[in-house]
DNA sequence: GAAGTTATGTGAATAATATCACATAACTGT
DNA sequence: ACAGTTATGTGATATTATTCACATAACTTC
């Protein structure tokens, strides 16, 4: 691939671009500029094409870039081409709805694992079919079903425990809703999704702005 | 309140010390070192200092902050004292979850409004005692509960129609779940929460390391 | 096939953000 | 009240990220 260090925002804005582009595919454009799919991407034309740049040349002088082409490419470069499997920790409101969410299938990820803790749901099945299981149970059944990244959606309370339990089990990416920081060794990637902390912005800006 | 310009990253922050400092508050921690924040938000001390020095001294020098008191001033700065009042609109697994949880209200957010385009919906009640509004009585129903911030969990394809009926009926805070950019003028404050954007990030590091 | 047009790729310039390092101020104990 | 200790507040420095600006390459037209 590429040795440079490529920024962090770098890759979060691959994946917007991903979204745009593959919009663009369904609706048959076939080229596309860095400067029109930057305005629906809302970002800057140059910062595209640096984006791009740590990985290649994507595009053509004069012309812009193939759509199919350059979506494929960014798959590639995020190591989307591949099949990756989810493990739901944490059934509640958001998790059970989370699962449902056909986004994540869309995008290629596929639940093959869920816990809970709550004896009333272990056991009973999900309405896609999936088994719920016992979060004690976690290790052995994410080896068993080659689960790749864990989500946790569980109270703030449970989230290091799960985490450390997810660990355990080999497993090296996390997306955490629960609004606390979890500590995981350097080996395993988290990322962390707090909409709480999108509101507060919101509010500090209108508090500021009006 | 403040006259330099803040950088966003640091309102962002501080909407994390505020929770952090919320748990420390429950386990009657009442002085704590910016080294200690600092840890259990997984930033670098200098860093809180900073950010918090944007807006002030809040600290007491060789002792630390008072944790009550810095928790004021945080929710002083991010206008948080006051009440906001939340528009749901798209009420799908993801949105009739987020009503539902509990980290909205426990945040002094309230949802006042609910909004959807399915006839089966419409003129039923949430849970919590809401009632569903057509999507095409976003303007007059806002106006009338005072709503300060719309939530949109629609599909992507009515994500920017909401947002024009939002920002008609003069709301400019949005909180976007949809997986677009949604055009907005100036005066409305729009904050993106993506999770597959997260999730293609943990894919992009799992494959470069291993 | 040469001139004109367009949009990429990229070094240089700028801006934003994070970290260091230490002087400063408040407590503690003698 | 003074010396010792601790942790803040902040100027200086380092790092990272974004934008500009233009040379370059591919297509188009005459």
Redesign the interface.
């Known amino acids: ?1 590429k040795f440079a260090k490529i920024p ?1 925002a770098t ?2 804005r ?3 671009y ?3 582009l593959q ?1 663009l595919l369904e609706d048959d454009v076939d080229v596309i500029s860095s400067e029109r799919l930057a305005r ?3 970002v800057n034309p140059a910062q595209i094409r640096k984006d791009l740049a740590y990985f290649g040349e994507f595009g053509v002088r004069g012309v812009g870039y193939r759509v199919g082409d350059l979506l494929g490419q960014i798959k590639d ?4 081409t591949r099949r ?1 499997n ?1 493990a739901m920790v944490g059934l509640g ?2 998790g ?3 699962v ?2 056909a ?2 299938l869309k ?1 290629g ?1 596929t639940f093959t694992a869920a816990f809970d803790v709550d004896p009333q749901k272990v056991g009973k099945r999900l309405p896609n079919g999936l088994l719920i299981n016992h979060v004690n149970e976690i290790e052995e059944v994410v080896k068993d079903r080659d689960v ?2 864990g989500i946790i959606t569980t109270p ?1 309370s449970a989230a290091q425990s799960v985490a450390n339990q997810l660990v355990l089990a080999g497993i ?4 955490n ?1 629960a ?3 979890i500590q995981v060794p350097d ?1 395993c ?1 988290v ?3 707090d ?16």
Do not use: K
């Not at 470069?77 to 989307?80: A, F």
């Not at 090296?172 to 997306?175: A, M, Y």
């Open positions: 691939m962090m890759i979060t691959l994946s917007v991903m979204r745009t919009d629906l991407c809302g470069i995020l190591g989307l990756w989810l409101n958001l059970s709805a989370l449902r969410h986004n994540f995008h990820y790749n990244v703030a090296n990416g996390i997306l809703f609004p606390v920081q080996c990637h990322e962390n999704v909409f709480t902390i999108s509101l507060d912005t919101i509010a500090y800006h209108l508090s500021v702005s009006g």
